[in-house]
């Protein structure tokens, strides 16, 4: 009987050992989740910043190309201001939302976030043989956090350009007021994307510009469309694709309708 008891004790200091390890293990690992977090983040920062620096030095170089046009480089400098201010907005939003802090959510008018988009990109569309056809209700409103929603559309626009370097085609953004929701669709006539890359392409770090050859500034770090989907995704909404090799790809968000729409 005391044999007994002392492997029953025995057996029991043993569980309590490895229950103790598993909980230091388990503090190590909530540890590197928040480094990794962090480097998540940064990364995630980096990616942004880089699709907004390119307007930002053209803006500059506009200014810079005919310094005795005071009119043009005071026109161009505003448009860096506003940029910058602009920028500044987007990280602390971005930072904000990985913290999960709460979000400030307006009422927004969705043409004027399009338009600001394609204002902020600066490029001219049709210098690559691009066509942009935007089919928004001018007094059709959306509820979100502004700059947020602009992050995700600008993702959007330059992947769908990127897909059609360089041989050009349409850029189709398209809005449709639903019963309880507001659909928002951007669409290209490039490429289109492999059957077995959809099931990832919402993934973190999951990219298929760096598998090819493209003319695009930036092969692509994986995190546009991923840091979409946690957009998307805190204001309650959806996104999804549809795509087919040849035939140009549709990405297609759902968002919930404001309040007073619903009254």
Known sequence: MASITQKRFSLHRRVEQQDHRNQALKS????????????TVSYMIAHEINNLL???KSYASFALSDLDDRTLSEKALQKVVKNCDRTSKIMESMLALANGQTRQENDVRLLGLIEE????????????????????ADDLTIRGVPVQIQQVLMNLILNA??????????????????????????????????????????????????NKRSTAENPGAGLGLAFCKMIIDNHEGSISVESEPGNGSKFRIVLPKPQSDNN
Do not use: Y
């Open 117 to 136: 988009v394609f204002t902020c990109l600066c490029r001219d569309f049709a210098k690559d043989g691009i066509t942009v056809d935007v089919r928004v």
């Open 161 to 210: 350009r990127d897909a059609m370097l360089p041989g050009g085609g349409v850029l189709i953004v398209e809005a449709a007021d639903k019963a309880d929701s507001v659909e928002i669709t951007v669409a290209d006539t490039g490429g289109g994307i492999e059957p077995g890359n959809l099931e990832n392409i919402f993934d973190m770090f999951f990219t298929t510009k760096a």
């Open 28 to 39: 190590q690992l909530l540890g590197l989740q928040s480094l990794a977090s962090m480097g």
């Open 54 to 56: 390119t307007p930002l």
